[in-house]
């Protein structure tokens, strides 16, 4: 098991972005604040689990007991009448422009600190602590904020980098296993998108990948997770794969497209299942996605078979789905046009595999393909 922390430094719009990953990442948050003290956005679901571990954490800042507001995690945190009542509180507060924001919880929780942070006098400091693995590898690396509006997911949000990104794995004792599967689809999607080692790692880990996570309870932490695999080591390589993609393409002009693997139909399948139902979680989603674009691109003989197969086995062994009843074409076509990644000038581009570690950023797909390869 890996010990040593993991540091990977980003320049990100000409801000500096440090992520730092281990058991004792936390303890850095007093580099990244400078006088005066921080306020905190914390997730309710660590506010308890974690406190003193949390309190240590502040201590290392000289700020024991920081203003902090808890909050719910989870997408319903993610509004415009919540963002108000952040704004509500930072009055309170009192923080200025040179003030930092600490975000601690769940992708969602420092979705929505982040864009306070980015908007509050204009923009203020934001350190971020990512508690569950979807955070880590994916939601608190790149410099995006948003919240949901107008019955869309992310539609109002801006670049703001936080200044450090302290990754502690221990947070993730606590996580339930569903949110566990959604980080994997996330952490499968990076390593097959730039780290073809670190995907036939975790391919190879498969059966103790199944015994954790393929069972039932998703709503329950997982026995024994932490001790099982090399988590340090998978999750900085795939933030190692995040942070160089997003180095090389901040704004999302080219190259950070490639991180949409399986994201335009996930979305899609995601929306409509919400709409219809039973829902699937972002994850689930994602996973077969791209299971459905690497079946569409082996068949086109665009990708090695093996890599196809590969995927799809790896996702199954995370207990993820790869198949699901063909929606309406017409709706999942209305769907798929409504994909706010696409652009008005190049309309939809879908990321295909040709293999392991290459991606095709500009691929065009039919809807009947993806409808032949769905179910
Ligand atoms: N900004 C980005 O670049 C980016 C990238 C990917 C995803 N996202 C966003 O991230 C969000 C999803 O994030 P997520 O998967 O972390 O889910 P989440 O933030 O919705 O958290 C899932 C649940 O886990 C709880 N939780 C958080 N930490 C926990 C812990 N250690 N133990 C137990 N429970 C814990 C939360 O309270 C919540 O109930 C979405 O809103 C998505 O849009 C953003």
Same mark, same amino acid.
């Given at each position: +098991? ?5 540091? %990977? ?15 004792? #990442? ?6 990244f ?14 506010? @308890? ?9 502040? =201590? ?9 507001? %808890?909050? @719910? ?8 009448? !919540? /963002? ?12 200025r422009r040179? *003030? ?14 982040? +864009? ?5 006098c &204009? ?18 690396i ?10 869309? !997911? ?22 339930? &296993? ?6 994997? #689809? ?5 390593? #097959?998108? *730039?780290?073809?080692?670190? $995907? ?14 393929? *069972? ?16 340090? @080591? ?15 393409? $901040? ?6 497209r ?10 899609a399948l ?19 996605? +791209?299971?459905?674009? $690497? ?15 590969? +995927? ?6 995370c207990?993820?789905?790869? @198949? ?7 709706? /999942? ?8 990644? =696409?652009?008005?000038? =190049?309309? /939809? ?12 950023i500009?691929g ?5 393909? %993806? /409808?032949?390869?769905?179910?």
């Amino acid at each position: +098991m890996s010990t040593r922390p993991i540091r %990977i430094g980003m320049t990100l719009g000409g801000r500096s972005s440090t992520f730092v990953l281990g058991p004792l #990442a936390g303890l850095e948050l007093g580099a990244f604040v400078p006088h005066p003290p921080p306020v905190v956005i914390l997730d309710q679901a660590v506010a @308890s689990g974690h406190a003193p571990w949390l309190e240590q954490i502040h =201590q290392s800042c000289g700020h024991p007991s920081p203003r902090t507001l %808890i909050l @719910s995690g989870g997408e319903g945190c993610k509004t415009l009448a !919540k /963002l108000e009542e952040v704004y509500g509180w930072l009055a309170e507060c009192g923080l200025r422009r040179d *003030g930092v924001i600490v975000g601690i919880g769940g992708g969602a929780v420092l979705d929505l600190a982040g +864009m306070a942070a980015a908007t509050w006098c &204009r923009g203020v400091g934001f350190v971020s602590v990512p508690t569950t693995l979807l955070a880590m590898v994916d939601a608190s690396i790149g410099g995006k904020t948003a919240v949901n509006a107008a019955g869309l !997911k992310n539609p109002v949000g801006c670049f703001h980098p936080a200044s450090g990104i302290l990754a502690d794995p221990g947070f993730l004792s606590s996580l339930p &296993r569903g949110a566990w599967r959604d980080g994997l #689809a996330e952490l499968i999607k990076t390593a #097959a998108i *730039g780290d073809p080692e670190l $995907f036939r790692e975790m391919h190879e880990a498969r059966p103790r990948l199944f015994t954790l996570f393929a *069972g039932p309870d998703a709503d329950r932490p997982v026995p024994g997770v932490l001790g099982s695999l090399d988590w340090t @080591s998978w999750i900085g390589r795939a933030a190692s794969v995040k942070a160089r993609i997003v180095t090389r393409d $901040f704004q999302e002009g080219g190259l950070r497209r490639s991180l949409n693997l399986g994201h335009t139909l996930g979305h899609a399948l995601e929306a409509i299942s919400h709409r219809n139902g039973p829902p699937l979680s972002h994850g689930q989603a994602v996973a077969i996605g +791209m299971a459905v674009v $690497f079946r569409v691109a082996a068949q086109r003989g665009d990708c090695p078979l093996p890599a196809a197969v590969q +995927m799809v086995e790896l996702l199954e062994a995370c207990g993820l789905p790869v @198949s699901h009843p063909a929606p309406d074409p017409a709706e /999942l076509e209305r769907m798929l046009q409504g994909d706010k990644k =696409q652009t008005s000038r =190049q309309g /939809l581009n879908w990321v295909l595999p040709r293999g392991l570690g290459q991606m095709n950023i500009f691929g065009q797909v039919r809807t009947e393909e %993806i /409808l032949r390869w769905l179910d």
